[in-house]
């Protein structure tokens, strides 16, 4: 019992090598819109055999890569290309990566300082332990705090008065 494959082989026929080339360069940079993670070239997709044929005609007429790359972008939007170009509807695919790495980077790297600066002890604001001596208005309000909790009896006496409170 053999078992046999039927696969569909594109044969197209090519004016010249250059026009090869450039079908195999563009089929190869361009994205399947089903299969979204594949090129042109990998997929057996129906609309991947449609967009080659598409691609063979174009090249054919004599169109160049720019065109034809814009015809397709035209038609299926920036998605078709594994290289959109830069403007503000995909600044997101070109600008957040790096920006994401730079920013995990330095985190790690503020992470690390951090865990230096502890395992030497130095971590957090440091403290300067002197006292100095109060002065006359901060004098003023402890004697008043202290004459109130003097007169006071018990022990739930409230020592804030209601200037304290607001």
């Given at each position: 019992?053999?078992?046999?494959?039927?696969?569909?082989?594109?044969?197209?026929?090519?004016?010249?090598?250059?026009q090869?080339?450039?079908?195999?360069?563009?089929?190869?940079?361009?994205?399947?819109p089903?299969?979204?993670?594949?090129?042109?070239?990998?997929?057996?997709?129906?609309?991947?055999?449609?967009?080659?044929?598409?691609?063979?005609?174009?090249?054919?007429?004599?169109?160049?890569?720019?065109?034809?790359?814009?015809?397709?972008?035209?038609?299926?939007?920036?998605?078709?290309?594994?290289?959109?170009?830069?403007?503000?509807?995909?600044?997101?695919?070109?600008?957040?990566?790096?920006?994401?790495?730079?920013?995990?980077?330095?985190?790690?790297?503020?992470?690390?300082?951090?865990?230096?600066?502890?395992?030497?002890?130095?971590?957090?604001?440091?403290?300067?332990?002197?006292?100095?001596?109060?002065?006359?208005?901060?004098?003023?309000?402890?004697?008043?705090?202290?004459?109130?909790?003097?007169?006071?009896?018990?022990f739930?006496?409230?020592?804030?008065?209601?200037?304290?409170?607001?």
């Amino acid at each position: 019992m053999s078992m046999t494959a039927n696969a569909a082989i594109d044969v197209y026929d090519f004016d010249s090598i250059q026009q090869e080339a450039q079908y195999r360069g563009l089929i190869e940079e361009l994205r399947c819109p089903k299969c979204q993670n594949q090129n042109l070239a990998g997929s057996d997709a129906p609309i991947a055999q449609d967009l080659k044929q598409k691609t063979y005609d174009l090249i054919k007429e004599g169109r160049s890569d720019g065109e034809i790359r814009n015809y397709m972008q035209e038609r299926y939007g920036d998605f078709i290309s594994y290289k959109p170009p830069v403007r503000p509807s995909t600044w997101i695919l070109w600008f957040f990566p790096p920006l994401l790495l730079i920013l995990l980077i330095a985190g790690w790297f503020w992470q690390t300082k951090r865990r230096q600066l502890t395992a030497r002890g130095q971590s957090g604001p440091s403290v300067d332990h002197t006292t100095t001596p109060l002065n006359a208005t901060e004098k003023a309000e402890l004697e008043r705090l202290l004459s109130r909790s003097d007169s006071a009896n018990g022990f739930d006496r409230d020592i804030t008065s209601t200037e304290d409170k607001k």
